[in-house]
């Protein structure tokens, strides 16, 4: 599932290549305003809030849209187009005045709005690390505010701190040393927010650094325990365990954990 840094890196591919083009032909595939044209619009500007995109267009209108776990965004170049096999899947599509063309592809959030309330969509989410408006006592306040929700289900939570996905969640466990069902406020609330907000920061802005917890961009080692069930602990050789879901999570990810280096201590 893309995560914060994911989308952030997303528009700062995109940007480049389409904002202050017109579109000449497009339309929405999906969601409330399907069928809509998009065509005669230009694309003024962009952007994220933890895990959402927002496409800002001169006519007023914002388009918002969530990746979640399979959607993707792509450009083709001038006479070219997608592969036959790809095209049903598409649900956003822009032709714009340099004939290239931009395609959302099984976006399953696919929204349009009024600028002037593109904030409606967006309140419930906590502060994001890679805003401008980032406040880091707002997100550790949410996060105290339930002391004794599970670590992974209180950071999955998106209004407490946005953009934090699975990923980020079990890997933010390890480096804290804490067992991720363990209570959140067994931990020092403001420096795990500190230590969230500088790895996101880290994986969206640092060529070769996305989503690497380790330092080692090597294959196989850039993650302390995600996606690392039955093989050993890099840090101190114990296999590396797994549950099929994270507690409360509705989408139910898997969560990681090295049973030596995170245990479940009876004090928390």
């Given amino acids: 599932m893309p995560e914060g840094d994911s989308v952030y890196r997303l ?3 995109l940007a480049p290549a389409t904002t202050g083009k017109t579109i000449v032909a497009g339309e929405l595939r999906s969601g409330p305003a399907a069928g809509t044209s998009v065509a005669g619009a230009r694309l003024i500007d962009y952007g994220t809030h933890g895990k959402h995109l927002m496409m800002r267009f001169d006519t007023g209108k914002t388009l918002h849209t969530h990746l979640r776990m399979q959607g993707s965004w792509t450009i083709t170049g001038a006479g070219r187009t997608l592969p036959r096999r790809e095209l049903h899947r598409v649900r956003v599509r822009m032709l714009f005045d340099d004939s290239t063309t931009l395609w959302g592809i099984d976006v399953p959030v696919v929204e ?9 969509v967006l309140a419930h989410l906590g502060p994001d690390p890679l805003r401008d408006d980032w406040d880091p006592a707002i997100a550790a306040t949410r996060l105290r ?10 950071l999955l ?9 699975n990923l980020w969640v079990n890997e933010l466990a390890f480096l804290t040393g804490i067992n991720p069902f363990a209570p959140v406020g067994a931990v020092d609330v403001d420096a795990l927010v500190e230590r969230a907000a500088r790895s996101l920061r880290l994986s969206a802005t640092v060529p070769g650094m996305y989503q690497v917890t380790t330092g080692d961009t090597r294959r196989g080692r850039s993650h302390w325990v995600a996606g690392r069930a039955g093989r050993p602990c890099l840090r101190c050789g114990t296999t590396v365990l797994v549950r099929a879901e994270a507690v409360a999570d509705p989408q139910q990810r898997r969560t990681w954990w090295c049973p030596n280096c995170q245990p479940m201590r009876s004090n928390t």
Avoid at 112 to 120: D, G, I, N, V
Avoid at 157 to 165: E, F, M, P, S
């Fill in 145 to 154: 505010s339930d002391p004794g929700r599970a670590f992974v289900a209180a």
């Fill in 112 to 120: 349009l709005l009024p600028t002037a309330e593109e904030r409606s």
């Fill in 11 to 13: 528009r700062a591919r």
């Fill in 157 to 165: 939570d998106q209004r407490n701190l946005a953009g934090l996905g």
